[in-house]
């Protein structure tokens, strides 16, 4: 739609009050709701290279041309919602393209879940200030607009829909027909979007995005790790005794990888420094909460009688669950009142930060806290209780977590299976001062046992997942009671010492690396033992890791699947892989390269190795950037008459019109070849497994 208000846009901030508006908005919302709660400097020194690329990826190219779509990949706890916040305050105080975008506006799922129907006109005009100029004016230049969006994996609706797009922004329709028309460039495709995605978002929505330029949030490093420390702490003798005692302890450091998990250690510690205490550690990431909610308990209502103090955690649970089980994850006073958490109780939740407020709006810390708390709710039931029909029974709760649930579901479950130990529950009764169901365990156990019974080509357990939760429990025992009703489980590695098992166990032929975070040295280690003429492994999955992955292409014959997805391997790797897969000594026969920030400049380098590797029968490229003319390439040799590819995973339906049609005459052209979306998925499922 053309729109032809005044040529030139406010682009200070005395003739723009929306940016004065949004730099209070996040400038309280940075102060207030930010978990870390760091200065302005230690952000600045710890985000400098995303920054960096930020700022690359909005710039113009050689051409001059703009990439207009950036995703900011990585997983829950990262800090994706943190970064893109302090986006919208650098650019609000003039830190952050000055000369690049004249407006942006930011869009929360959970806020978009409580708006049914709009246009993109009265969306924004809900945070445009009255000062300000008209707001159809900002429409003249919508390449001056950047539009970010947070939360996809609470948005309660689909957005991959096929037909009913929008281009008008004055028209009245559907959120997620908004969302969607903005996303494929339907409605102001000249604007552009800074999008954030997990693991499981970025596999649901990435056809919607055009051409998108993929930038990874790697976590702390060592050193930034250090540097919390020290400006938690304040004292450097503590902040030293602390990062010692975390970084000798492999599952706490590890999880210190994590923003929010570093600011629970350190708040746990920094607590029992205070009170002259131990230093204690995380056995499991249920643990690691336990020990900052109960220190939190103690902060806030140890000293009121326990009647008191049990309705006040159990109306706060009760909220938690109830928002898990209906996707809610901001709460307006009518949710609390009808949980019973009064105006006190919101207050005591307030100021031990647990809850935070804005305005009228009320949400937990961090989603991960929700989860902790939903799962406490099952601890904090009683029989004499009014019913409330939205939380699940723990049947339907452990059926979730072994089956495909959603990812604040899969977390529940794994809190819930933490609390069944009666180690957890005399911890939390002692620090309560009220009993606790001890039930819990026993309706795990039958839930298992039930679920162990179905038909599994029906019912699919995943036992990475189930793993997942026993580990929580740390009772040998009980894992294998559980593990005795399950009469047929994969499990292809156990070993804590990936190498020495490679090297040692002759019968190993697929290892599973998913969840795993390799230094380098396990890195060069793993690969000098694949290179080794012992090793006999067949399959190599979820690879985090590509270096020197194309030496041991060319010395390992016997491998023969490599699953390298989900990774940042880009361009440049592919060329590297390449080069191995044309080496004669390469025997390959699947290559996994989906969601690897592939574009088309791969794919002459694809197409050359597609055309030497005879051995290569299975590729996966879903997931890639790879455009029309990139296509093209692989297409052409794929009908070349030495290409011996059998399979090939692409979605079809995420291409234009003559694309398909491209893909469609290749399949028609060489009758040997199937191109397919997702076809190596089931059999993933059926092998079941440990994480290692």
């Not at 643990?287 to 955690?313: E, H, I, W």
Request: aromatic share 10%.
């Amino acid at each position: 739609m053309e729109y032809a208000p005044p040529a030139v846009l406010a682009n200070s901030d005395e003739l723009n009050p929306y940016k004065n508006h949004i730099k209070k908005n996040f400038r309280f919302i940075w102060e207030k709701e930010t978990c870390l709660q760091v200065s302005d400097d230690f952000y600045a020194e710890t985000t400098k290279s995303e920054y960096e690329e930020l700022t690359a990826a909005h710039a113009a190219d050689w051409a001059g041309q703009h990439v207009l779509t950036v995703v900011l990949l990585g997983s829950q706890g990262i800090g994706k919602t943190t970064l893109l916040r302090k986006v919208m305050l650098e650019w609000a105080e003039g830190n952050l393209w000055k000369e690049r975008f004249t407006f942006i506006f930011f869009f929360n799922g959970c806020e978009m879940n409580n708006i049914t129907e709009t246009s993109l006109l009265e969306l924004l005009s809900r945070d445009w200030p009255e000062s300000s100029e008209p707001l159809e004016n900002i429409f003249s230049q919508p390449e001056r607009i950047l539009f970010i969006m947070d939360g996809f994996e609470k948005l309660k609706f689909d957005l991959d829909l096929d037909t009913n797009l929008c281009n008008d922004w004055r028209q009245r329709c559907p959120t997620q027909v908004i969302l969607s028309s903005l996303l494929r460039k339907k409605m102001l495709p000249e604007s552009s979007m800074l999008v954030a995605l997990g693991v499981t978002g970025m596999q649901k929505n990435f056809y919607l995005l055009q051409h998108p330029k993929y930038i990874t949030l790697p976590g702390l490093s060592e050193r930034d790790r250090k540097l919390y420390f020290s400006h938690l702490f304040r004292e450097k003798n503590k902040a030293s005794r602390a990062f010692s005692f975390v970084r000798d302890n492999t599952l706490p450091f590890v999880l210190c990888h994590y923003p929010l998990a570093c600011w629970l250690v350190c708040t746990c510690m920094k607590w029992q420094l205070e009170r002259r205490e131990d230093l204690g550690i995380a056995e499991s990431i249920t643990s690691l909460y336990v020990s900052f909610f109960t220190s939190v308990f103690k902060l806030g209502l140890q000293n009121c009688p326990p009647r008191q103090s049990r309705a006040c955690l159990q109306s706060l649970c009760t909220l938690a669950a109830e928002g898990i089980w209906t996707d809610m994850f901001v709460f307006y006073p009518g949710d609390l009142r009808r949980n019973g958490v009064s105006e006190p109780d919101a207050s005591i939740w307030e100021s031990l930060r647990l809850l935070q407020r804005n305005h009228d709006r009320f949400t937990f810390i961090h989603r991960c806290v929700q989860e902790f708390c939903a799962a406490m709710w099952y601890l904090l039931r009683q029989p004499q209780d009014n019913p409330n029909p939205a939380p699940g029974t723990v049947f339907q709760l452990v059926t979730a977590v072994v089956t495909q649930a959603p990812t604040y579901l899969l977390q529940t479950g794994v809190f819930l299976f933490g609390f069944s130990t009666e180690k957890t529950t005399n911890l939390l009764e002692t620090s309560f001062g009220f009993p606790l169901s001890k039930g819990i365990k026993q309706e795990i156990t039958k839930s298992l046992q039930s679920l162990s019974q179905y038909d599994p080509h029906q019912v699919v357990v995943n036992f990475r997942e189930l793993f997942n939760s026993l580990f929580e429990t740390q009772e040998k025992e009980f894992i294998t009671q559980v593990m005795d009703f399950f009469e047929d489980v994969n499990v292809f590695i156990t070993c804590d010492y990936i190498s020495q098992a490679l090297l040692c166990n002759k019968f190993l032929s697929l290892l599973d690396l998913g969840s795993n975070f390799l230094e380098d040295n396990g890195v060069t280690s793993l690969c000098e033992l694949l290179k080794h003429p012992s090793c006999n492994l067949q399959q190599l999955w979820h690879c985090n890791f590509f270096r020197d992955l194309s030496a041991v292409l060319i010395s390992n014959e016997k491998l023969k699947t490599l699953k390298l997805g989900d990774n940042n391997i880009q361009d440049a790797g592919v060329k590297q892989l390449c080069e191995a897969l044309k080496h004669p000594n390469c025997k390959l026969e699947n290559l996994g390269l989906e969601m690897c920030q592939l574009t088309t400049a791969c794919c002459e380098d694809l197409a050359s190795a597609l055309t030497v590797c005879r051995s290569l029968k299975g590729l996966n490229l879903d997931w890639n950037s790879l455009g029309h003319d990139g296509l093209l390439l692989l297409c052409e040799a794929l009908s070349h008459l030495d290409c011996a590819l059998q399979l090939l995973r692409l979605d079809k339906s995420a291409f234009d019109e003559e694309t398909q049609l491209l893909l469609t005459a290749v399949e028609e052209k060489n009758p040997h070849l199937i191109i397919l979306h997702q076809p190596w998925d089931n059999d993933e499922y059926r092998i079941k497994g440990v994480l290692i």
